[in-house]
Structure formats: structure tokens, C-alpha cells
């Protein structure tokens, strides 16, 4: 694990901010690389005090996956985008965001040829999915925090 | 019920003598606790929402819903198993953790900006619950030694978005050595034999052995003389188990007040909830006065866990 350094830091955060909108969030954040393009975001006091400490894991929350063609934000890395001026947003109703929190695909209603969609159930963003040419909407959720398709 | 008037519950001969010798138990009601389900419960994560705006969904949805009255943003919920499997839970907006267990994180009177030590951490109920306390600002250390466990935990802090988290994997013994006066506040929340929660899992009354207890305290003394030391002076311990043993509790603390003379027990005493004072003495060995400022919560206090909490101040240098 290990801080981005500023080209990367700037080029990251420009890439956020052109899917996603804002990217306001992340000039506060330390940003650090994990591994396998995953970026996790931390306070400044946060990679402070692990300065003192051994045997070390990982620190803050993994907010973005970046891939040569662009950035995927987590569930907690869109989350972060609450309430700001966020973009590329689809709104999904009752039966599409469950089947969106299952990792199934789910047809979008309203698609303007966004590659990447953010999903939004009851004011609550649930993370990225990637969208084909048939407006069918992929999100990108962990297994391990799937719900039960219904 | 049999002839030392305890119901059917399979208890090992080591459990049911301990239950009779300890003092102001109420042993059928304990039994009653032990043999019933646990009501649900959980916390809203304010990391993440408010609960005005998640309690009126879950209620549209048809959950039930009853705040805890020892705890900010604890909730009872029913019906119960839904809720871990509703989306509201895989977004981390809900925490489903046991009524008394959230009392941990409160009674160690965090404030934004302190560091923060979970010594053993995982799952991370209360690692959790302590970063939204923190509500951002300062930082939580949260510890484990199992390799297994601490998965877990990486999960929980994850779906729970708290970025200013740490997790390390490491013996909590070598915390005081390592980072001594380092930490505003720890929370001890030391593995042990866990007859307070024995409606989770009928086994423990069967396998229970006093040695266990005997075991577990030589470890959990080594951890609390650990967690004291990685305090800053003036910062505060929370040392708590989920077990009724007063080997695992009671001389736990009677043994960190012996061996560091700057230890400062605190009163404690939780609003809207039942409990008793320390025990002032078991099996012939006497504590000093001030344990009673510890408490011991049964099951039947609460209707969920058994817990025994004791608040610890740091003072200023050891003689």
C-alpha cells in the first residue's frame, strides 16, 4: 500500500470528477494504492498515526477500483458523493434496486450512453455499474454484500 | 425442571455449582434467559444516515421498531432475521448488534478527534460504533490477532465507510510495550468464556469447565496490563466481557489496581438499565472497596446479553 503520488493524485481525481461529477470530497482525503488498481481513501490523521504502529493491514475505506479506461467508485466511494453535485445518476425504483444489490443486471429506463451509471434507491447512491449498448446496466457489487434475488 | 430446581438446559456439573455460589444471582430467571432467543437489535450508522430518515422506511417496510433506552441509535427490531438480509444492511446504514454490547463503545465517553484502540476488535460491532462516535474526526485502531476474524472486521469497517480506521493484526499483549501512552481511549473487550451469552449457543453451558474461566483470565490480565499501558495519562480503558465469572472480571481489575498503583477505577452506571454492583469478594479473596464501581449486567437485566463493564482512568506515573 502506498500514497498516490501527485501526478497520479491529480490525474485520479479529474478522472472522478469526469464520471462522476464531483470529486470536491476527494482534495481532503489521502488516497492511497492497494494493489490490483484499487484505491482507498483515509484521513490525513488516520495514515499519521499508523506511521506509529506495526503490523498494519489497511487503513481507511477502498473507495475505487481505476482501470486504464477510467474509475469504478465503490458502494462507500459513491456514498461519499451524497448529497453533492453528482452526475450520471439513474434512479431506480423498488424491484430494480433489489435486483441492482443482488449483481444482477438491471435495464435502465432513462439511459443517455453513459458508460458508467451510479444507482440511486430512496436518496441512497449504491455504487457504480457499467452499462453496454443495450442501456442494460452491470453494478459492480461485492458478493459478499449481495442481497438474496428475490 | 430437576431437583436443584434448574430447568432442562444442558449445564455441566462445573456451571451449575458455579451458578449456585454466586451471590444475588436469581438462577430461574438466568435459566429462563437461557433458554429463550435474544430479540434483535441494532444501531443506525450516523456515518451514514440519520435515524429520521432510515426509522420511517424500515417501518414502511414493516419492521418494527423500538429505541434502547441505554443507547444513542440502538434499536430493537422485529420481525427478527430480516433485516440482515434487507438492502439497508448491505449499504451499512444498520449495524445489527447485540442491546448491552452497544453500552461498550458508549461508556468510554469518546469525543471527536481522539485516537482509539480496539484491542480485540473483530468483528467490529464496536470498532464500528466507536467510529461514529468519532463522527470522522480522530482515529480508530482496530485489532485483532486472528488472521480468520480479522476479515470480518475489514468487512464491517468497509460497509461502514470509515475512513479514519486502522486495522492491525497483532498479539494485543504487545500493545503496551510497543505504543505505550499512546491512545486517548481503549476499549479491552477481552475474549472470554461468554456465559452471558449462552441463548446464542446452548454448547457453552454444556462445555463450560471452571478452568475455562481459569485460562481465560490468565490472558485477559496480561491484555488489560497491555491496554493500560498504551494509554495516555488522563485517557480512559474500557475493560468489558460478556461472562458472569468474577475470576474473568472482578479479579481482572483487582489485579490491574495491584500491579499499576496509578489505575483510577470509575464509577459506572448506565441510564435505563438494570444492574449490580462488583462482587466484593469470591472464592475467599477479597477486592478493594472500589470494585463496586464496576457493574455486572444478567441477562435478565436486559432481556439480551449478560455483560460486566469496568471504566479504568490513567493517572499519572506508576510507583
Redesign the interface.
Known sequence: MRSLNDVERKHFVKTVGEIYGDHDYLKS?ELLMSGQGRVR???R??LD??Q???????????VAKWRKWGVMLT??GT??LQGKTAVNVVDLDDES??RW?SGAPVRLMEWRGQKIVVGR????L?GSAIVDREAVAYPQIPK?????DE | MDGDGLPALQISDDLRAFLMELPDIECDRLISCYESSMPESFRVNTLKTEPSVLIPILEEEGFEVRPLPWVRDGYLVRPEGRLSHSIWYKLGLVYIQGAVSMLASELLDIAPGHIVLDMCAAPGSKSTHIAQLLGGRGVIVANDVSTTRVKALASNLQRCGVVNSIITLWDGRSFGRKTRGFFDRVLLDAPCSSLGIISKDWGIARRWREKDSITHSRLQKSLILSAYDSLKVGGILLYSTCTLHPLENEEVIAFLLEKRSSAELLEVRPEGLEFLQGLREWAGREYPPSIERCIRIYPYHSGSEGFFFAKIRRGGEDN
Open positions: 482525503m481513501a483515509c484521513t490523521e488516520t498515526a499508523a506509529h504502529l506495526k503490523k498494519v493491514l489497511t487503513l481507511g475505506v477502498y458502494v462507500e456514498q461519499m434496486a433489489q444489490m434507491y430512496r436518496g441512497f449504491l459478499w454484500r449481495r442481497v438474496q
